[in-house]
């Protein structure tokens, strides 16, 4: 099985910067994903790692650690827009036939002025 | 640009009855998944097709749920003999993945707005 964990709530300063971790406990590993859920709307693709290392993206760059079972995200230059959930989603390994994404709860990050 | 679309955004109906949710994945797309969303959680994988082929389903996916996608373009997700615990967020999402694929692409999962059912 599955399991993944992220912080539950997070406050952050408009144009700081907030690190959202994600851990994972997976039996097989094909891909980590995070996507932004603002309230009542659907989730939206923000990033992907399948290999270690930083990913960047414009203001949004995520990492991932394999041997560690660990991702975070880093969301820079923070705006009030980015008052949202952050879910953290592992896909399992293509053999097993297993292609649907586990989340987790998500974060839920609310940026102050 | 048409993302996914799903109809309806809303739902309400009395226990028991049945309900019918439809969605349009991105035009091409091949695989198409259906998940749940209750308040505060992250969705729940339901079931995925690979074009007109159901290829998997999760345990959550009761005898009362079905699911189709007969021309492996749109989808239906039914539920029959709705409950109160049923009541949740329905996603749709769509990803495209080559013929030649082996499982490393990206194969990254596009979400619809969602279908909002209350089962009163």
């Known amino acids: 099985g599955q399991n993944i964990d992220q912080p539950t709530e997070m406050t952050a300063t408009e144009g700081a910067i907030v690190q959202i971790n994600c851990t994972y406990q997976?039996?097989?590993?094909?891909?980590l994903f995070w996507y932004q859920q603002h309230a009542g709307e659907a989730p939206t693709f923000l990033s992907y790692?399948?290999?270690?290392g930083l990913e960047e993206k414009g203001r949004f760059s995520s990492f991932l650690s394999r041997s560690k079972g660990y991702s975070y995200l880093l969301l820079k230059e923070l705006q009030m827009k980015d008052s949202a959930s952050y879910l953290c989603?592992?896909?399992?390994?293509?053999?097993?036939?297993?292609?649907?994404?586990?989340f987790g709860s998500g974060t839920r990050l609310q940026v102050q002025p | 640009d048409t993302g996914v679309s799903q109809d309806p955004r809303h739902k309400i109906t009395k226990r028991g009855q049945n309900v019918t949710f439809r969605c349009d994945p991105i035009?091409?797309?091949?695989?198409l998944y259906w998940y749940r969303q209750t308040l505060g959680q992250g969705p729940e994988f339901l079931t995925y097709?690979?074009?007109?082929?159901?290829?998997?389903k999760s345990r959550l996916l009761s005898d009362r749920f079905s699911a189709e996608r007969p021309k492996g373009s749109f989808s239906t997700l039914e539920i029959q003999r709705t409950e109160q615990g049923d009541s949740a967020m329905y996603l749709c999402?769509?990803?495209?993945?080559?013929?030649?694929?082996?499982?490393?692409?990206?194969?990254?999962?596009?979400f619809g707005p969602g279908t909002r059912l209350t089962v009163l």
């Open positions: 999402a769509s990803s495209l993945v080559g013929r030649e694929s082996t499982g490393s692409s990206t194969d990254t999962q596009y």
């Open positions: 997976t039996s097989g590993f094909n891909g």
């Open positions: 790692n399948v290999l270690d």
């Open positions: 989603a592992v896909r399992g390994q293509s053999h097993t036939g297993r292609r649907a994404l586990t």
């Open positions: 035009s091409e797309h091949n695989r």
């Open positions: 097709f690979q074009n007109e082929a159901q290829l998997e």
